[in-house]
C-alpha cells in the first residue's frame, strides 16, 4: 500500500492556475502509473489524468478530453511527487481532487477501480 498526500488546493478565479502535488511514500515510486481523478458534489469520481508506468523510466500520459490542452501531470521521480498543473481553469472543474497509484500498466484513460491506493483528496474551487 502506498501513502499518498495531495496538496495545493485552493479557491481561485476563473482563468487562473493552480498546481497541484502528491506526495508518495514508497521506495519503488518510479515503478508506478499514477493518475488524477476528481469528484464533485453529487457525481461519480472521475478520471481527469494518467501517467502509466510503460518500464523502466517510461511513461505514457493520458488525458481525459474535458481537460486536455489545460492541464499537465508530471512526475518527479527523485522527490517522490506528481504534479498536475491545470491551467484556465474553469467553474466546471471545482471538485475534490485526488492522486492514485497503482502497478498496473495501461494505454488509455484509466478507471478509478484499477487504482488501489488513494490519497485523501485536496479541494479545488473556481469562482466564476
Known amino acids: 500500500q502506498v501513502q499518498l498526500v495531495e496538496s495545493g488546493g485552493g479557491l481561485v478565479q476563473a482563468g487562473d492556475s493552480l498546481r497541484l502535488s502528491c506526495a508518495a511514500s514508497?521506495?519503488?515510486?518510479?515503478?508506478?502509473?499514477m493518475g488524477w481523478f476528481r469528484q464533485a458534489p453529487g457525481k461519480e469520481r472521475e478520471f481527469v489524468a494518467v501517467l502509466w508506468w510503460l518500464g523502466d523510466v517510461s511513461y505514457f500520459a493520458v488525458y481525459a478530453d474535458s481537460v486536455k490542452g489545460r492541464f499537465i501531470i508530471s512526475r518527479d521521480n527523485a522527490k517522490n511527487t506528481m504534479y498536475l498543473q491545470m491551467n484556465s481553469l474553469k467553474p466546471e472543474d471545482t471538485a475534490v481532487y485526488y492522486c492514485a497509484a497503482d502497478r498496473s500498466r495501461g494505454t488509455g484513460r484509466a478507471n478509478p477501480d484499477t487504482f488501489h491506493s488513494w490519497g485523501q483528496g485536496t479541494q479545488v474551487t473556481v469562482s466564476s
Open positions: 514508497v521506495r519503488t515510486f518510479s515503478s508506478y502509473s
